[in-house]
């Protein structure tokens, strides 16, 4: 999707004016947000003002603040206790990290509980943080732009289930649609009288009417909430996937529908020692499975895509000035990286300018992914040598980023290991190499040999020591030293040239300034 404020050449580099230093990105370099759920009370502090900021400090505490509210219409008595003791700590916590004044959200159990004002109150008395009782519309909104966060580009239903509730909202070109909201949280759902039959049809009633009011059109689902992930990390355990990073994983309606059939037949403390969910969440998980299976069939998505960006991170997208938001998430935490991490933040352009003749023509997913390994080529030079190959992969595949799916993560970090490593055989991260085609795999390979020559060739610019040339059809890379730089293309340099070449199945020639023939390297 064009960003259409942007001009071409910042639209397709996102390499100049980072936008962490800008003043109104830098007034959000640590925000503290807390969502008081009726399920859980978390407070998240994000750290750094790049489009994809990392979670500098992270808590959660499974209070079950509504548990019972559809029968007793009042807040959990221990519920509300635990999340009172939370809250206490969290401010204690904010205090002792010097954080601006926290955001507070407060969801179903909050605005539903006839309760719900006292407890507020109380809570603004004893901590001084003031709970915002939003209503499920805006609560909808928040947990879309969560997604935005993520996905800038995404297009599709988003559904967020929490204890008591769950909301749906429509996105289309960067923008929140229509929201409803609806009383399919497992809280409400365990006071359903008459058995699984009643309850399947008390939930495909309340669904049809949800399709009714948003449509049946969405190509994609986009799931939030912590019953949602846990069934996404069930479907992996299931399948035997060899990534259990729950951001960006994504299924087809079928593999939902197997899952939960899957589920519904399995000891479920199994289940949860093997996958590492906590009891609390696994109780829900039954009753959330078979709300997402009558949603599932009834609005008939092509793909459902997991979401660990919700109504936290939309908190924080909604203070983001709008040019940090039509940044690409991933390119901008690449260049965060780059300037905290590397040896010399700036080479990852000159890098990547250096290596575009091995792209001409190259789709610009393709450009994304080797802007991004570029900026971060340098970022893990402080691991072990004999690691520092697995060590790039890991971060790669592992870390907080948006804007990457599972294929993508894997492409990158196998392109950073070949950074550091010729050969990936014998590696233990082997099961992961599936979830790329034979194809990704070389060309990972390519880009990581491509950055290993270009990296060493100077300390300030590989241009400066000479240029690359790529004949394809010829099946001919040539590279063409400049005037007095022979000495930088030294016997390792030369190797790796020819490492190079060898990968693009090319006839690898160097080309000195002032000469007419190429001669072979």
């Known amino acids: 999707m064009k960003r259409k404020s942007e001009s071409p050449a910042e639209d397709s580099l996102h390499f100049d004016h980072p936008l962490f230093d800008d003043p109104s990105a830098r007034a959000l370099e640590r925000v503290g947000v807390v969502d008081v759920g009726s399920n859980s009370v978390r407070l998240v502090v994000f750290d750094g003002a790049a489009r994809s900021p990392a979670y500098f400090y992270n808590e959660k505490i499974m209070a079950g603040l509504g548990k019972g509210l559809a029968e007793t219409r009042a807040l959990h008595p221990e519920g509300r206790a635990r999340a009172l003791a939370a809250l206490k700590r969290f401010a204690a916590l904010a205090r002792g990290m010097d954080l601006p004044p926290l955001t507070c959200v407060a969801t179903a159990a909050v605005r539903e509980a006839t309760d719900g004002p006292a407890f507020a109150r109380e809570v603004e008395d004893t901590t001084g943080l003031r709970l915002n009782v939003i209503d499920g519309t805006e609560e909808a909104r928040l947990s879309a732009q969560g997604v935005l966060l993520g996905w800038p580009e995404a297009q599709g239903l988003v559904c967020d289930i929490g204890g008591n509730s769950m909301e749906l ?102 289940l949860r020692q093997k996958t590492g969910t906590s009891q609390a969440r696994m109780d829900l998980v039954p009753l959330a499975s078979l709300v997402l299976k009558e949603l599932v069939e009834t609005f008939g998505p092509k793909e459902i895509d997991v979401s660990s960006y919700g109504i936290r991170e939309g908190l924080l997208y909604e203070q983001m000035p709008q040019k940090l938001r039509r940044r690409d998430p991933l390119i901008e935490a690449c260049r965060y990286a780059e300037q905290t991490m590397a040896r010399m933040p700036g080479f990852g352009k000159k890098l990547y300018n250096f290596l575009l003749p091995l792209y001409e023509g190259a789709a610009p997913a393709r450009l994304r992914m080797v802007k991004a390994a570029c900026l971060l080529h340098d970022t893990t030079w402080r691991a072990h040598p004999d690691y520092r190959a697995e060590v790039c992969f890991d971060n790669a595949t592992r870390a907080n980023l948006g804007g990457l799916s599972h294929q993508e993560r894997v492409f990158l970090g196998l392109a950073l290991l070949h950074r550091y490593k010729n050969s990936r055989a014998g590696s233990r991260l082997e099961p992961l190499f599936a979830l790329l085609s034979a194809e990704e795999i070389q060309q990972a390979e390519i880009l990581g040999k491509a950055m290993r020559f270009g990296a060493m060739l100077s300390a300030q610019s590989p241009e400066k020591t000479g240029l690359l040339a790529h004949d394809a059809g010829a099946r001919r890379l040539a590279f063409r030293l400049k005037p007095g730089q022979e000495a930088l293309f030294g016997e390792v340099a030369a190797a790796r040239f020819q490492s190079l070449a060898e990968a693009l199945g090319a006839e690898a020639r160097v080309e000195r300034e002032g000469a007419e023939a190429l001669t072979e390297a």
């Open 169 to 270: 909202a429509e996105l289309k070109d960067g923008e929140v649609g229509r929201r409803v909201t609806s009383p399919l949280g497992p809280f409400r759902l365990q006071e359903v009288k008459g058995g699984k039959t009643a309850l399947q049809k008390h939930i495909r009633a309340i669904v049809a009417g949800l399709a009714a009011e948003m449509g049946t059109h969405h190509e994609r689902i986009y799931l939030v909430g912590g019953s949602w992930r846990a069934i996404a990390r069930l479907d992996m355990e299931r399948r035997g996937y060899p990534m259990t990073v729950l951001h960006e994983y994504r299924m087809e309606p079928q593999m939902v529908i197997d899952t939960v059939d899957w589920i519904g037949k399995s000891d479920l403390a199994q």
